[in-house]
């Protein structure tokens, strides 16, 4: 009698094939497929680390923040769009302004009210999520630590996004003529720049960079401003997460 | 009543964050045993968790509500996993730490489960390490997710015969290891 090879042995066992009959009349493979059975049965015995109950609470917890994330991601560039389209709607009208003859011109600040108005309510709420985005990071930076190098290839990306939604923010704010957060995003570009051009920073440069982030007083500057700011708009993640806390 | 996984990825759709919450809190654990005999490792296995999360959220579009929820998540865990092994490979990061924290956090085990002493335990940590990552991908799909060879072939993007031959080469390199671990209870019987 031919016996069953390991291959068609392990297909039986999976019942990818039949061999019942084979395996009825022959002994020598019957025992090697309990062999084989008893094999797996260790593996299928061998623990799982087991996650407890808090568990699934955790794992919302670092979803939250990134759903969150994503979401401001999102809706930051919108609104970046948007203030950047109040800006131009703001810099058409004074030009016709201008251009119209002196009699019928409207007073300057007429003229912005209504365009800049809208963007500032746009303006205050796009900030507002993209302090807390340079805030995280610069969090991140400040209480690494500096006797080790600091790997922020993963954060690139992100430091990216930030550098150019703070250009927006920056310019936005100069236009008009918000010196208050105008200043604070001059500060903390060049510290978002150095990290969207750095994939890894050595502990001197780690070192360095958080000098410069104390020295200046980023996040503390950070920290007043995101609190001055006005938010109208929180999303669903966001109220979310303040239900949990 | 429960709402059903499907009538919450219905709402997770409309945007309500807490019925997303529920599909993370009713399946993460089961979504994490995968992970970790794919991966072999806990803090991989808490990272591909995460991820298919996300990108269950970035694709509950997709979602076909006739079909099952948990397999869809599955699968969606396995494509997880696969690439994070790829991503490991193409590091040339060799699997080093598999299975090397059960003690640390495993609870007890349940009274009708086969108990293995520590030895044991780890013997058999020591034979999944030698599998290669398609092997043990292609082992834990057809020994723990019952998956067909079929399927498994479309997961790992080779031909059904490769499958085969995948988990066959697993299976054998698993009996090699342990066989002598089991043969004295054949002689006891």
Redesign the interface.
């Known amino acids: 009698m031919q016996h069953l090879n ?2 068609e042995l ?2 039986h066992h ?1 019942g ?1 094939a039949d061999a019942a009959e084979h395996l009825h009349a022959c002994a020598e493979c019957a ?1 090697r497929l ?3 059975r ?15 109950a808090e ?3 955790q ?2 917890n ?3 923040w ?2 969150e994330r ?1 979401e401001r991601k999102t809706r930051r560039w919108l609104l970046a769009i948007a203030a950047a389209l109040a800006m131009v709607l703001a810099g058409g009208e004074l030009l016709r302004n201008r251009r119209a003859p002196a009699g019928t011109r409207q007073p300057l600040a007429a003229a912005t009210a209504t365009a800049p108005d809208q963007g500032s309510n746009v303006l205050a709420n796009a900030v507002g999520d993209h302090l807390d985005d340079a805030e995280r990071v610069l969090t991140e930076i400040a209480n690494a630590d500096p006797a080790r190098d600091l790997d922020v290839s993963s954060e690139q990306s992100r430091a990216e996004d930030l550098v150019t939604s703070n250009r927006i923010y920056r310019q936005t704010a100069m236009r008009r003529g918000d010196a208050r957060i105008a200043s604070v995003l001059s500060d903390i570009e060049p510290v978002l720049i150095e990290l969207s051009h750095a994939g890894k920073l050595s502990s001197g440069e780690l070192a360095e960079l958080q000098k410069r982030i104390e020295s200046r007083n980023l996040l503390f500057k950070l920290r007043v401003l995101n609190s001055r700011t006005e938010r109208p708009n929180h999303n ?2 966001a109220a ?1 997460r303040m239900h949990s806390l | 009543m429960e709402m059903t996984d499907v009538a919450a990825v219905s709402r997770a759709r409309d945007g309500d964050a807490d019925a997303f919450r529920l599909l993370v809190e009713r399946h993460s654990r089961a979504i994490f045993r995968v992970a970790w005999r794919m991966t072999g490792n806990e803090h991989d296995a808490d990272d591909v968790v995460q991820e298919t999360f996300l990108r269950a959220y970035r694709q509950i579009d997709g979602f076909e509500e006739r079909a099952n929820f948990s397999t869809w998540l599955h699968r969606i865990a396995v494509n997880c996993s696969l690439d994070l092994l790829r991503s490991r490979q193409r590091h040339e990061r060799q699997y080093t730490n598999g299975l090397d924290s059960i003690d640390a956090t495993s609870d007890a085990p349940e009274p009708d489960r086969v108990v293995l002493s520590a030895e044991l335990q780890q013997q058999v940590t020591a034979a999944m390490k030698l599998l290669s990552d398609n092997e043990r991908t292609a082992f834990v799909l057809r020994h723990f997710e019952g998956m067909p060879v079929e399927e498994i072939g479309k997961t790992l993007g080779i031909q059904v015969n490769a499958a085969k031959h995948t988990i066959f080469r697993a299976v054998r390199k698993l009996r090699d290891s342990l066989e002598p671990l089991v043969r004295p209870t054949q002689c006891n019987t």
Do not use: C, I, K, S
């Open positions: 390991d291959e392990v297909a999976y990818d025992a309990t062999t084989l008893q094999v797996l049965a260790l593996v299928d015995a061998a623990e799982v680390p087991v996650r407890g568990y699934p609470e794992m919302w670092r979803l939250r990134r759903l994503r669903l993640l979310n």
